[in-house]
Nanobody, 122 residues
Framework: QVQLVESGGGLVQAGGSLRLSCAAS????????MGWFRQAPGKEREFVTA????????AYADSVKGRFTISRDNAKNTVYLQMNSLKPEDTAVYYC???????????????WGQGTQVTVSS
């Protein structure tokens, strides 16, 4: 059974950095993408970034381009989200998820982690 476990969230001041990790297990993911989504209180869950397990191609939401970087370690089945220059509006619960390569649609992602809280203070 597929399992995704996020870690690395926390409280940081505006302008600071955090690195999230998502460890995946349960099957091979070579034909999939790993995505990060986030959900702020009272808002819809939104796409942040995704990366292809096989090719490493990445896509980003406009709101995080130039500040966030996604990477993966295939040997560890782990994906990372390096978040720099954090802003208060980045405050949300961050979820990793497995879905099809090239998609940023929440409905296309079938497996989800439990989420990790990121809070950015001003």
């Amino acid at each position: 059974q597929v399992q995704l476990v996020e870690s690395g969230g926390g409280l940081v001041q505006a302008g600071g950095s955090l690195r999230l990790s998502c460890a995946a297990s349960g099957r091979t993911f070579s034909s999939d993408a790993m995505g990060w989504f986030r959900q702020a209180p009272g808002k819809e869950r939104e796409f942040v970034t995704a990366i292809s397990w096989s090719y490493g191609n990445a896509a980003y939401a406009d709101s995080v381009k130039g500040r966030f970087t996604i990477s993966r370690d295939n040997a560890k089945n782990t994906v990372y989200l390096q978040m720099n220059s954090l802003k208060p509006e980045d405050t949300a619960v961050y979820y990793c998820a497995i879905g099809p390569v090239g998609s940023s649609r929440r409905v296309d992602y079938n497996y989800w982690g439990q989420g990790t809280q990121v809070t950015v203070s001003s």
